[in-house]
């Protein structure tokens, strides 16, 4: 009888902590529509699709992207019009399971070196005639708690004499940004605050520009407010002064479906 009394509780304990595992599986959300609405309530919907945990495609009121993934990383998006003619392809290269290089196919190429401090050193070069490049910036890019905490650049194209430095910082709430979940979408350093693990609440940009030991500087915030389900993703993002993907300035309200 003590046999059996001591196998049922072993039972029921194993029952418990399979459902909690079941629950935990569960609660890994991704989202499959977006509507964002602006001050003055025109409102334009983006719709993703996915094959499992990979990206196949986001599909907004003006264009589409399409990704292909290689061994569990995405190394290609193609962007079309509406009407199917193509607005940009972006190849991605790693090394290691880092990526290394972005190209913007004809446009523009970026290059990444990984330190040994956990940040990362980069290049940005635009693509000229005979495919000859040119240096636009150079920057370091920042991480903390799998956040993308800060972009600081300083641009290689000024006139002689003409110091210009940007940066960008983020600081984030504590909830599940869902584009996390994405196989492959965190090691897209080109896609900023996008590839955190959770959600921008203000970012801060700083311009500066030196000439003849005079500095000119000028700060900039942009800050957004959420709503969250009961497994702390968000639904609603309300942005008082930002300028989002679809080109709406101002107040912006996002509603996220799952």
């Given at each position: ?20 595992s ?21 409102s334009?919907?983006t ?43 972006i ?34 070069f ?24 800060k ?18 910082s ?49 700060a ?39």
């Amino acid at each position: 009888m003590k046999k059996n009394k001591i196998f049922w509780i072993v039972s029921i304990c194993l029952m418990a902590l399979y459902s909690c595992s079941s629950d935990n599986d569960d609660s890994i959300k991704f989202i499959k529509k977006i509507v964002e609405t602006s001050v003055n309530g025109t409102s334009e919907i983006t719709l993703f699709t996915y094959n499992g945990n990979e990206i196949v495609s986001i599909d907004g009121a003006k264009k589409r992207t399409d990704f292909t993934y290689t061994d569990g990383l995405i190394n290609k998006t193609v962007t079309l019009n509406k009407v199917n003619q193509l607005l940009e392809t972006i190849e991605y290269s790693y090394l290691e399971g880092k990526l290394v290089g972005v190209e913007s196919l004809g446009n523009y190429r970026i290059k990444y070196n990984h330190n040994s401090d956990e940040t990362v050193s980069y290049e940005k070069f635009t693509i000229g005639s005979a495919n000859q490049q040119v240096k636009e910036f150079h920057g370091k890019l920042s991480f903390e708690n799998e956040n993308f905490l800060k972009d600081e650049r300083i641009l290689d194209n000024t006139a002689v004499g003409v110091t210009s430095n940007y940066s960008i910082s983020f600081d984030y709430d504590t909830k599940h940004n869902p584009l996390y979940n994405i196989s492959g979408y965190k090691k897209l350093l080109d896609y900023n605050e996008e590839i955190s693990s959770n959600n921008s609440l203000m970012s801060t940009v700083i311009t500066s520009i030196s000439k003849d030991d005079q500095i000119t500087s000028s700060a900039n915030f942009y800050t957004n407010s959420f709503k969250y389900d009961l497994d702390n993703y968000p639904i609603e993002r309300v942005s008082e002064n930002t300028v989002a993907t679809n080109g709406n300035g101002g107040y912006l309200k996002t509603e996220y479906f799952y």
